[in-house]
């Protein structure tokens, strides 16, 4: 079964407000988690690490004001697309460590329009 | 710094036939390489990995890979295809932390 959760799979919102996805891990504690943007055809690109208790560390050229990421608990993250634009429309997924195997979650599809 | 390399974006093979999904890599160190699958709409599905030892590598669903040092590769290949391998492939490099991955290959079986 999984190990990764991620809500909402499906997520369709208009310009200028905010989402959140949720990314947890399910029977294990993750102090770390990984969240990647996937683009049509495309591959995954890494956004950002969050690491719980602490600041997310972003990936170069993402805009850590845009895609707010806390990591309140070990087994939940959350990333928040602040003011959506129609170019943030994509597929966000996440990933946790555990027993050094990394686990996808299933996605998260936003669509801003 | 890490890369890999997936220089096929698709490949196409009759069901029953072998496949093979091609992967190379660059590394400073030893390379941790990595599988996986995605079916449209889905998030990543683990289907093998290289850490150390033997070079050929078995994993699920049949898939196996074969890490070549000198040639820096690391090769996805089954030995039948089934439609329902239909997919796209990522080939990764990464070691228990953030993954990198290729482009992707879609693998295309038809019947």
């Known amino acids: 079964g999984a190990v990764v959760s991620q809500h909402p799979s499906w997520v369709i919102c208009k310009s200028g407000t905010s989402v959140k996805i949720e990314c947890r891990s399910l029977d294990f504690q993750a102090t770390t988690m990984f969240w990647y943007r996937q683009f049509p055809k495309q591959s995954l690109m890494l956004m950002a690490t969050s690491n719980e208790g602490s600041k997310a560390t972003y990936e170069q050229g993402v805009e850590k004001d845009k895609f707010l990421i806390n990591h309140a608990s070990l087994t939940l993250s959350t990333l928040t697309v602040t003011s959506a634009h129609p170019e943030d429309s994509s597929f966000y997924i996440c990933?946790?460590?555990?027993?050094?195997?990394?686990?996808f979650g299933e996605g998260s599809r936003l669509t801003v329009l | 710094a890490q890369s890999v390399a997936q220089p096929e974006d698709q490949v196409n093979v009759a069901e029953g036939n072998p496949l093979t999904v091609k992967c190379t890599y660059s590394?400073?160190?030893?390379?941790?390489l990595f599988w996986y699958v995605q079916y449209p709409n889905r998030g990543l599905q683990f289907l093998l990995k290289?850490?150390?030892?033997?070079?050929l590598v078995k994993g699920s669903y049949g898939f196996e890979a074969e890490f070549n040092k000198s040639q820096t590769s690391f090769h996805l290949k089954k030995p039948s295809a089934l439609v329902s391998d239909s997919a796209l492939y990522f080939c990764a490099v990464g070691a228990g932390t953030a993954l990198i991955f290729g482009k992707g290959t879609t693998l295309s079986v038809s019947s």
């Open positions: 990933s946790a460590n555990r027993a050094g195997e990394l686990f």
């Open positions: 590394v400073s160190g030893n390379p941790y």
């Open positions: 290289y850490i150390t030892g033997d070079n």
